[in-house]
């Protein structure tokens, strides 16, 4: 492809020499008319005729090229795209907990953490707390993971902290 690029420029630099040459040379009136003539018509041709080397082999090839390129960007923006969306509906529903957790009178921060299913759908796969509660505020925190976020006691991990 650059050496297309390059044969097209040297094509295009060589005809447009020979126009301002012949044109240069050329008396005025009439024959400098002819030469500006001849000299754009070889422009033309020179600017076209790579197009008119190229084989169909040629222009597949390219478009194939264009095609897994584009498709390595696309896969790499949609797996970019994906981890964004992660972290995001991570940091909503760690702040619901919060929510949550105030509502049961518990100080804590939380941190989710999700998994894709076999549909490639997102769900909330581990839950990890820290703050203070008591056994009650705990177990009633519990019990709200499990029910609103499906979240079992095993995958609920609870650190306490200093008060």
């Not at 020179?46 to 008119?52: D, F, G, K, Q």
């Given at each position: 492809m650059m050496e297309l690029i390059r044969q097209w420029l040297l094509g295009m630099a060589c005809?447009?020499?020979a126009a301002a040459l012949a044109q240069s040379l050329a008396p005025e009136g009439g024959p400098k008319r002819i030469c500006r003539l001849a000299g754009a018509l070889v422009l033309l041709l020179a600017a076209v005729s790579p197009l008119l080397k190229l084989d169909e082999g040629v222009l597949s090839r390219l478009a194939e090229?264009?095609?897994v390129t584009m498709g390595g960007y696309t896969d790499a923006l949609e797996e970019e795209n994906n981890l964004l969306y992660q972290s995001i509906i991570e940091r909503q529903t760690a702040a619901y907990i919060v929510d949550k957790a105030e509502e049961l009178g518990i100080s804590c921060q939380a941190e989710v953490k999700y998994r894709y299913d076999q549909d490639g759908a997102p769900y909330p796969y581990e839950a990890r707390l820290r703050g203070t509660w008591t056994q009650e505020q705990r177990e009633g925190l519990e019990e709200m993971l499990e029910e609103d976020l499906d979240?079992?006691?095993?995958?609920?991990?609870?650190?306490?902290?200093?008060e």
């Amino acid at each position: 492809m650059m050496e297309l690029i390059r044969q097209w420029l040297l094509g295009m630099a060589c005809a447009a020499m020979a126009a301002a040459l012949a044109q240069s040379l050329a008396p005025e009136g009439g024959p400098k008319r002819i030469c500006r003539l001849a000299g754009a018509l070889v422009l033309l041709l020179a600017a076209v005729s790579p197009l008119l080397k190229l084989d169909e082999g040629v222009l597949s090839r390219l478009a194939e090229d264009y095609q897994v390129t584009m498709g390595g960007y696309t896969d790499a923006l949609e797996e970019e795209n994906n981890l964004l969306y992660q972290s995001i509906i991570e940091r909503q529903t760690a702040a619901y907990i919060v929510d949550k957790a105030e509502e049961l009178g518990i100080s804590c921060q939380a941190e989710v953490k999700y998994r894709y299913d076999q549909d490639g759908a997102p769900y909330p796969y581990e839950a990890r707390l820290r703050g203070t509660w008591t056994q009650e505020q705990r177990e009633g925190l519990e019990e709200m993971l499990e029910e609103d976020l499906d979240i079992p006691p095993e995958r609920q991990l609870f650190e306490r902290t200093q008060e």
